[in-house]
T-cell receptor
Framework: GAGVSQSPRYKVAKRGQDVALRCDPI?????LFWYQQALGQGPEFLTY????????KSGLPSDRFFAERPEGSVSTLKIQRTQQEDSAVYLC????????????FGDGTRLSIL | QKEVEQNSGPLSVPEGAIASLNCTYS??????FFWYRQYSGKSPELIMF????GDKEDGRFTAQLNKASQYVSLLIRDSQPSDSATYLC????????????FGTGTRLQVTL
């Protein structure tokens, strides 16, 4: 596609529920990143894939967060047993290759935990 | 000390003026620098990237990098009301597997 596509745009869940957020990167982009952005802050890194390999997951806040990219294209970020502090905008970005290539962001998923 | 420091603003400039946005960073291993523009409720949009010391110009935008001073800036010439947004400075360090580290952003207001 023309840009990074994320779905859903908005997600409301009750505390304790599991959620799944989807990212479809720009076609042909090797690298895929997930970031979390709290209100008034810059995005914070969560995890990074190069093709299907998850090369860095150092930013995932807890073991309740899990990400996958099984075929090296679409990625899913799953949050289990959601907590109120998980409320944030989750951004996906992709870049053409690894290293220092510019990253292009999707519109994000705004997650609200009640 | 935060890795990437930006003044949160708001920075207010009149229409037609030059807006100067500044960013300092702490890790000398930083090698790539990016400026993103983010409108309220929207995602970050890449404006400029710079890898080498000096200036890089693209239309009304100029990015400036000084690695010795650990300083990167963005100049916006002929500022327009549509430039009003938050500008995020971001960098990639060597050895951090390509992840972006962001500042908290500077809110720019261009007034009529």
């Amino acid at each position: 596609g023309a840009g990074v596509s994320q779905s859903p745009r908005y997600k409301v869940a009750k505390r304790g529920q599991d959620v799944a957020l989807r990212c479809d990167p720009i076609s042909g982009h090797v690298s895929l990143f997930w970031y979390q952005q709290a209100l008034g802050q810059g995005p914070e890194f969560l995890t990074y894939f190069q093709n299907e390999a998850q090369l860095d997951k150092s930013g995932l806040p807890s073991d309740r967060f899990f990400a996958e990219r099984p075929e090296g294209s679409v990625s899913t970020l799953k949050i289990q047993r959601t907590q109120q502090e998980d409320s944030a905008v989750y951004l996906c970005a992709s870049s053409q290759s690894s290293g220092t290539q510019p990253q292009h962001f999707g519109d994000g998923t705004r997650l609200s935990i009640l | 000390q935060k890795e990437v420091e930006q003044n949160s603003g708001p920075l207010s400039v009149p229409e037609g003026a030059i807006a100067s946005l500044n960013c300092t960073y702490s890790d000398r291993g930083s090698q790539s620098f990016f400026w993103y523009r983010q409108y309220s409720g929207k995602s970050p949009e890449l404006i400029m990237f710079i890898y080498s010391n000096g200036d890089k110009e693209d239309g009304r935008f100029t990015a400036q990098l000084n690695k010795a001073s650990q300083y990167v800036s963005l100049l916006i010439r002929d500022s327009q009301p549509s430039d009003s947004a938050t500008y995020l400075c971001a960098l990639i360090n060597t050895g951090t597997a390509s992840k972006l580290t962001f500042g908290t952003g500077t809110r720019l207001q261009v007034t009529l």
